[in-house]
């Protein structure tokens, strides 16, 4: 109630942006976070107006809203990319991006009321104490009751994290019987490496989820077990993977470029031009690379393609990438949230910024997204699209396009006659991942016998007896299917076995049985062959 009649003052705060604005430009151009920044000796007409309204609005209105409301404002008139953080959201903003949090090394779902362990961190604080996969949660540190409740995922959440080193008692059930234990909280990775493995001989495969502070070090540990396997190709999938730490997709570009090639420079009103080039030999500045982008692909991974790609290093193989060529600085602020400003644009090597329109405002912006998947579906669209767009020729006479993302130089467009609407319906719900859960901790014993994903790939299908049980399944979550075409029912079972392999090998077994029926994976093997 409180912050929809605040919106009458809006018209105001637009008025003292330009306050804001000056301030924000002094801070960047001196370079400088010092605490002293924003003091200043007389308040501005922006704080008198916020706490006229703090003190004789005629209704209650918590401080934080008006702070984050008129730092939204403010911020979304800018760009689509700079950010007020609260205070409180701080902390889990910046988790991800750390590659670690603390606490005690599970996965988790609620699922009929109950807390159920989904997967356990191998060598994890939870795991040290035996718990297990399928175990079901009912009480932490004895008294508070997370069992028969509906409980949100945050909340669930803080019960088990917490400093490294501190304990938490957990109670759980397991085959009928309650047992108790005490887990020593630890630091637990956020890896940014859902898989890596051979995919086929001499061809290495490696998917990245972000670029957070640790994901340099995890890929490079996977690249040299893959060197050691003989690997002379590398498929490198980024799709889904919207970005994160500029320099964790520098020093991996880094190891694919040659010495003092450039790979990205940045430039702002208040920043000045700085280059990123390879600066050490690189591990792998031989073989074929086939980079997989898709239109969720964004900011630190437009950065590793756009690299390759203007090198002539890799061949970009998917959908156009998200557009998303802005750089953001985190600046703490003086109350403990924080803002994340865009303070330049980068560029790729050939001088291209990707960056996407967003003249027509932020939910135009972010609509444009579902817009590609009609509007690009035809080859005239799409050379219609690179007809308004920059070009660029690489060192070895490739064209390239500026703007609006990264173009692939080989196009495999979205196939919607796939996703069909009984395929549909088990994607948009949990029906799929909660029948595999089910499904393996009823059969563990089935599935003992398998090593590792490839040799469950090669040798595990889902028979009849298993689909059955996932109709009957589905049936009881009110999905009731009636013939079902034979591309739709091989397209869940292969789902259904893969998501088994995320359960038994996290997600590397995911996508070692995912990636077997991957039009696009197939087309980057025959790339590389």
Sequence with gaps: MGPKKLQVWLPVLFALVMIVGMLIGFQLKEKTMSPMFFRSSSRSSLQELTELIKSRYVDPIAEDSINGLVANEILKHLDPHSVFIPSEELAAANEDIMGNFQGIGIEFRQMNDTVN?????????AEKVGLMTGDQLIYVNDTIAIAGKKLDGV??????????????????????????????????????????????PKTGFIRLNKFAERTYEEFMTELEKLLAQKMENLILDLRGNTGGLMKEAVDIADEFLADNQLIVY????HTPRTDFKAKRPGLFEKGKIVVLIDESSASASEILAGALQDWDRALIMGRRSFGKGLVQQQFQLSDGAAVRLTVARYFTPLGRNIQKSYAGGIDQYNEEIVGRFHSTQTKAQKDSIEQKAKKYKTPAGKIVFGGGGITPDSTVVFDSSLYTRAVLQVLMTSTLNDFAYYDYVNHKNSFAVFTNPSAFNSNY????????????????QGMVFTNMDARSKAFIMNRIKALIARQIWRTNGYFVVANAEDVLVNKALKAVQ
């Design 117 to 125: 362990v989904m997967n356990i961190l191998p060598g994890g604080p």
């Design 155 to 200: 909340a669930i959440r803080k019960l088990f994290r917490g400093p490294a080193d501190s304990k938490v008692n957990v109670s759980f059930l397991r085959a009928g019987k309650l047992n108790k234990v005490t887990i020593t909280r630890g630091n637990i990775p956020v890896t940014s490496v859902d898989a890596a493995y051979m995919i086929a």
């Design 266 to 269: 940045t430039e702002g009103e």
């Design 461 to 476: 299908q889902v028979n009849e007896a298993q689909w059955n049980r996932f109709m009957q399944y589905a049936a009881q």
